[in-house]
C-alpha cells in the first residue's frame, strides 16, 4: 500500500463551483499535512498546512481526520486559474521527509 | 519564501553521457537539500538526502553509484547523473528546508536521453 494515496481525478468543475478531494495516509504516526499545488511542468508550491482542528485560507478550507487517516481539501468559488494538480503530502513521523500523493488534478471550466 | 534556483531547467543528451544538475539556495544556507524524481502522472519520489560536509543518504532502490550527489557548501548540492540511459529520463527537483517544516523547492531540472 503506498504511504500517501490520492484519487487523481480529474475534477471538471464549472468557475464558481466547489470542489473537494480527500487523501489518504497509511502511517498512523505521520505528524503533519500539507497540501501543495503543482502547475503543468513546473515544481510544487505550498497551497496550506493542514491543521488538527481544520483550517481555512481564503477560498480553501483544509480537513484532517485522524482516526480515519485521511485529508481534505476544499476550493469555494472555483476560478480557473485554480486548476492544476494538488499534492498531498506527509512528513513522515520517523525521519522527518516528505512522502508526496500523485495528486489530485482539477481543471476548472469558464 | 525562500528562493531555491536550479540549472539547467531542461537538458537533452546522448545515452552514456554524465549529466550535472546543479542546486542552490539564494537566500538562506541549506545543510540539508533533497533530491526528487518525478515521472509523469506520478508522484515527488524522494531520491536522496544531501547532507553538506558528509556522505548523502539514499532512500531504497537509488543507485548511489549512478547518481552521485554533492553537497560542497551550505548553498550548493549537485546530482550528477553517470552513464545516463533512456529510462533516466525524468523530472529532477531539488528543495532546502531554511529550518521551518516548509521545504522550498527549485524549479526542476527536465532530463532527456536520447
Known amino acids: 500500500r503506498k504511504e500517501v494515496e490520492q484519487d487523481p481525478g480529474p475534477f471538471n468543475v464549472p468557475e464558481g463551483a466547489t470542489v473537494a478531494f480527500n487523501c489518504t495516509y497509511s502511517n498512523s504516526a505521520s505528524q503533519s499535512f500539507f497540501w501543495y499545488r503543482q502547475d503543468c511542468r513546473k515544481e510544487p508550491k505550498l497551497l496550506m498546512s493542514v491543521y488538527s482542528s481544520g483550517n481555512e485560507d481564503g477560498r480553501f478550507t483544509a480537513q484532517l481526520n485522524r482516526a480515519s487517516q485521511y485529508i481534505s481539501l476544499l476550493i469555494r468559488d472555483s476560478k480557473l486559474s485554480d486548476s492544476a494538480t494538488y499534492l498531498c503530502v506527509v512528513i513522515r513521523s520517523d525521519d522527518y521527509k516528505l512522502s508526496f500523493g500523485a495528486g489530485t488534478t482539477v481543471t476548472v471550466r469558464a | 519564501g525562500a528562493v531555491v534556483s536550479q540549472h539547467p531547467s531542461r537538458v537533452i543528451c546522448k545515452s552514456g553521457t554524465s549529466v550535472k544538475i546543479e542546486c542552490r539556495s539564494l537566500?538562506?544556507?541549506?545543510?540539508?537539500m533533497f533530491w526528487y524524481r518525478q515521472f509523469p502522472k506520478q508522484s515527488l519520489m524522494l531520491m536522496a538526502t544531501?547532507?553538506?560536509?558528509?556522505?548523502?543518504?539514499?532512500e531504497q532502490g537509488v543507485e548511489k553509484d549512478k547518481f552521485l550527489i554533492n553537497h560542497a557548501s551550505l548553498t550548493l548540492s549537485t546530482l550528477t547523473v553517470t552513464s545516463a540511459h533512456p529510462e533516466d529520463s525524468s523530472f529532477y527537483i531539488c528543495s532546502a528546508r531554511p529550518g521551518s517544516d516548509e521545504q522550498f523547492f527549485g524549479p526542476g531540472t527536465r532530463l532527456t536521453v536520447l
Open positions: 544531501s547532507n553538506e560536509g558528509s556522505k548523502a543518504t539514499y
Open positions: 537566500d538562506f544556507q541549506a545543510t540539508t
